[in-house]
């Protein structure tokens, strides 16, 4: 069975377009952020949400579990400030960029950046530590995922890089900044995802790299590498109809 197709039988992405399910991506941040990490002070979000200012200019994404109904993990699209399109993005403010050949002459109204990428901390554990997972209910059993499920959890990070392709497709975007841990980055890039370092490595969130996706060379990289991980990541072609063919970029 193909990577897309086990996946969709054990998860679904679910865009985040109601207040309801924004809480939700709050909730999980918060989870993740607050008390998994301890990135952010959960102090300073006495709600248990864990929202930002640039919440209200992003487009957000679960990834929700099937058969027990929890979110596994989610991500936003920052957009561009349509009142102010010179704003600057969070890997602006918090990261070091010096790559000016590669962000200098990009038009801000097609860039965007890849934002709060995180997976519950239950679906992170090898399937030997099933025994151990962290935020699961007292009520669930070791074996409550089954093999396939577990297979699939590496494919968690590569959905919520889907749900950032069809965004920044339907909003025109063709550039995305992205705070990359290192894993994180060399894992993309076994498979042909290939974002480029804009500048040092720092501390932001942990150590992330600083970097950039250009949407044109995604297709050939990933097609080149592995075919069936360009299904995944464009539902079968539905999420890529060439990058809008119209547009030169």
Not at 86 to 111: M, Q, T, W
Not at 133 to 158: A, N, Q
Not at 229 to 245: A, M
């Amino acid at each position: 069975m193909a990577t897309i197709d086990v996946f969709n039988k054990y998860f679904e992405m679910v865009p985040a377009t109601t207040n309801a399910l924004k809480n939700e991506v709050y909730k999980l941040r918060y989870q993740v952020y607050c008390i998994e990490t301890k990135f952010e002070n959960p102090e300073h979000y006495l709600d248990g949400l864990e929202f930002d200012e640039f919440d209200q200019q992003s487009v957000h994404y679960l990834i929700r579990h099937r058969s027990s109904g929890d979110y596994a993990a989610t991500t936003r699209l920052v957009l561009p400030d349509a009142n102010n399109p010179e704003k600057l993005f969070p890997a602006e403010i918090y990261c070091k960029i010096d790559n000016i050949s590669v962000v200098g002459a990009i038009d801000r109204k097609h860039l965007a950046e890849i934002s709060r990428f995180c997976v519950s901390k239950a679906f992170k554990k090898r399937k030997n530590e099933a025994h151990t997972l962290v935020g699961i209910r007292t009520d669930w059993k070791p074996d409550h995922f089954t093999l396939d499920e577990r297979r699939t959890f590496p494919h968690i990070s590569l959905a919520l890089m889907v749900c950032v392709i069809k965004a920044s497709y339907e909003n025109d975007i063709y550039y995305t900044y992205a705070a990359m841990e290192p894993a994180l980055l060399r894992f993309l890039s076994a498979l042909g995802i290939n974002l480029i370092k804009i500048g040092p490595l720092g501390d932001y969130h942990g150590e992330r790299w600083p970097t950039m996706l250009k949407a044109t060379e995604l297709q050939n990289n990933v097609t080149e590498k592995n075919p069936d991980i360009w299904d995944l990541l464009t539902n079968k072609g539905c999420y890529w109809p060439s990058v809008k063919k119209s547009v030169n970029h």
